[in-house]
């Protein structure tokens, strides 16, 4: 419940860290680490305390770079903090520490993630501007298409980007999306098949490879926090506003390496990278390795059915209630009248049954379709 991950400068004292017994060692230390809390530690001094919390099952990074003086601290692959500081100088050793029971497991052949996402002045088409902090872009008044990549390329893991709608045109558009930056200096006007891998307009429309494939979805404005995660094992893409999942898309060809765009059409137009931002929960879909063999999932995960005439086999969902409030909703497709159904919640593991009834330990809190409890 309480823990430290972090890195420790073994060099400038003589005690070893691993004396002390203090939840955050003493400055002499020169402890940077990150807690479970979501506090982040810098030279015994927490400097921030509104990080994402960490769980079981998350897998945290830390990147130091010793000639800039900086250090990114990682969840699950995505940056939730980077700090400059000057005494980050010398030779670090990673450091764990908890109060009670722990196991934790070091990864021996990580990939290092790609960093905090910022715009390239190199992929960049004119007039398009970059302002200093390196995350606004502008595009000035005029009646043309122009786009911008970002400069980190992404090819594995679950990638979460967020883009800041800061101005948006009334009469222009903005599309937002990953592709590929080999076609920078193309002069091709949208859609293109080759320079999207995939695309989401701020009408509500869905892009991939230069063609639409869905169309009046959820639009975006002024304002609007539009948030984009990318599974590139299983090639999709969940797209969130303001912190909500609204549309699951497949994305074929995501694995060859693409970056965050930005495309404008008849500006002005200002779009901001979140360089750090809170990664939400992915969006629920019925999970196939933790549901009864019996169950048919289909649908990006959306759909399941019984693929049996006999028994009560259980699909179960990749959604976890961990924390807080959480909610989730089903829609019944398909219900014939003789058929018996539950929805509800239980712990991992209960699908091995094909029971109606499940064993307490399987903790099942389910509503029945004969409207039982």
Known sequence: RMGTFSLCNLLHH??????????????LHHHVGMTSRGEIVLFSEIVASDCSKVFVGDTMGISLDLDANTAIFYRN???????EDRRLLGSFTPTLHAVGKFTVSLTPTPRIPQGVPSWSSTFRQEPISILKDGLTVEMPEGDITRTIWASTVYSFGVVYVEFSIELLHRDGKITLG????????????????EYFVLGYDCRGNILSKGKFIKEGMIPYGNGDLIGMMLNFEKETMTIYKNGHPEIVVDAPGVSVGVSPTATFTKGPHSVRLVPMPR???????WDVQVSHKSAIVSNFGLTALSGTASGTPMAMSTYVFERGIGYIEIVIDFLPESAYMNVGIAVKGAHESA?????????????????DV
Request: charged share 20%; with cysteine; glycine share 4%.
């Open 14 to 27: 003589t005690m070893p860290v691993v004396e002390s017994y203090l939840f955050i060692p003493e400055e």
């Open 77 to 83: 692959g995505n940056p939730v903090y980077r700090t």
């Open 178 to 193: 990953f592709g590929n930056r080999n076609f920078c200096n193309s002069a091709t006007a949208l859609p293109y098949e």
């Open 279 to 285: 990664v939400p929960p992915p969006s629920p879909r």
């Open 355 to 371: 029971d109606r009834i499940l064993k307490p330990d399987c903790k099942h809190i389910c509503y029945t379709s004969p409207i």
